[in-house]
């Protein structure tokens, strides 16, 4: 960072933990005609193969079984790019989530954009937050991008508190920010979601695009659903959401899209103190 301070060694035990990469496996065998194993035959089903749940009949009977694939030579990593390896990256996230976090404790995650610049209001008052969130004793959980992301994890670093950051693998933003303590990237979209609302007990969302908004509306949709526990979900700058409110409000409600009491889920405030005190009530 060329304008702010750098926060130096990491300390330790802290750690920045990429995404796990899948188990080693075997190149799976080649499913052409003349590579299908024989088997007694009921007309052109050629008969029946049982993998695990799995029937294969005809052309999809392998030539090898799983053992016989587990102990091939590999002469390719095309099954790196194959759905059913992508599930065991899947499930690697998840867990990899899960033993990172598991001993943070409730925590308050704080949403928006990327793009504010530090010099703006909005970046001191997420700076300030992350602070206040520390000394209240509670983790800071940021997406770990820059902007408003990179100042609630600075002040939480800063006053000493614990500093996560749950990063998402895009092709156009920068990587994580540097005041983190743990710090865990995901290639997944859903399984970063899933880590924001377990180990979250409150929400606060700045000013933001599209990413602050399906945050907002992920929370919220929760919780309207009775998916989740109410937790709290504050929105900073009455005159940045003014218009979505107003909109949900005399739009969708009128519409009889949601009613008055999906609204009250939010609350709008201005002062970061305000917006503190009331995303740690989902806590105390």
Known sequence: MSSQTDPGEEPTGASATGATRSPDAPARPSMDPEDVAPTPGNGTHRGTYMRGPVMLRGAKIPARTSDGSLLMEQDSVDWLHEDPWRVLRIQAEFIEGFGALAEVG???????????????????????????????????????????????????????????????????????????????????????????????????????????????????????????????????????????????????GPAGMIRDADVALMSVVDDPDEAVALALDGIR
């Open 106 to 252: 409730p925590a308050i995650s704080v949403f928006g954009s990327a793009r504010t610049p530090r010099e703006s209001p909005m970046w001191e008052a997420a700076q300030h937050i992350g602070a206040e969130i520390a000394r209240a004793g509670r983790a800071v959980i940021t997406g770990g991008g820059p902007g408003v992301m990179e100042a609630a994890n600075k002040g939480a670093w800063e006053a000493g508190g614990t500093s996560v950051v749950l990063g998402i693998e895009l092709p156009h933003e920068q990587g994580m920010n540097p005041w983190v303590n743990i710090g865990i990237n995901f290639r997944y979209f859903f399984a970063r979601k899933m880590m924001f609302v377990k180990y979250s007990r409150g929400f606060i969302v700045t000013p933001g695009g599209f990413g602050t908004m399906d945050e907002l509306f992920e929370a919220l949709t929760l919780v309207q659903t009775n998916k989740i526990d109410g937790f709290p979900i504050v929105m900073l700058g009455s005159e940045y959401w003014g218009g979505l409110l107003d909109w949900l409000r005399h739009t969708m």
